[in-house]
């Protein structure tokens, strides 16, 4: 028996595929949206269709009992009232039906000084994509408080796994694998939070069984592993079968080819991330998923790396 009907917006994103698998094996019906059906999930439905129009949004998620948000804009497109707009469209279709919302949160919303982030410290963005991921946070707590559906955010750190090996893992720590060489992002004695996706997913699931007992707004910080980049070195170097070079990654470089991409010049912006402790806790969260939740890092990263090497064997 299904534990309900779940609509996934940007199923082929990050979040939006580990997210579909997580809700069909826990049980649940489950419907992806988005243009094409890049990333098919076996025993789910899928809807292609234009994630901006309201209509086509309205009519993918009109059985649903929850709908997860997993629609992504590139990194350079989030500003000029974009990311807003594109929010508006969901909150637009969601109406007042009552329908659970779950929504990815970022760390984006705290500052570099913040070095115990927990879901009731005061949200102060240190750049201009942390006050876009506010300005969106502030209309969902909008929309709630006037009752219009129930809002559940689930804020967690970088995002690891098999199939999201791009980004910090596949673009920048293993981009010259092939050349010997690893890169850590930080000072090797620094920790960072990072999210294995299937976990994230899975923890997006729970909450999505247990949002009856719930408020209309919620923000959970979803810890994951907060390890040390040398901790993360570690784990690339064991997953690999070859010894490789571990340096320091040259930001100076995604500075510089920032003067012209606009993808790095944002990625340049968030460096901060990685040069200071900002460590996402939450007891309640943990209680609900309860210990030993997580994947074990090492795991996590050999699986990572596994299907980052292994895809490119295959190129």
Known sequence: MSKGNVTVLGSNGHIGHAAMIAFRDAGWTVTGLARTNRKPVDGTRFIAGDADDVAVVRGAIADADVVLN????????WGNGRSERQLQVVIDALGTS???LLFPGTI???RAGDRRITPDLRQ???APRGEI?????????????AGKFQTIILRAGDFFGPGNHGEWFGDAMLMDL????IYHMGPLELGHSWAYLPDLARAFAVLAERRQTLAGFENFHFAGHWVTNRQVMAAIETALDHQVKVAPLAWWGLRAV??????????YRMRYLWHNEMELVDPRLRAILGDGFETPFEAAVAATVGALVGGKKAA
């Open 124 to 126: 102060s963005a240190e």
């Open 98 to 100: 009552g329908k659970t």
């Open 70 to 77: 997993a629609l992504h804009l590139r990194y350079d497109q």
């Open 178 to 181: 092939s050349k010997g060489r």
């Open 108 to 110: 984006y919303n705290y």
């Open 133 to 145: 991921r506010m300005r969106l946070e502030g209309m969902l707590k909008e929309a709630s408080a």
């Open 258 to 267: 920032g003067l012209f991409n606009p993808v790095m010049r944002d990625i």
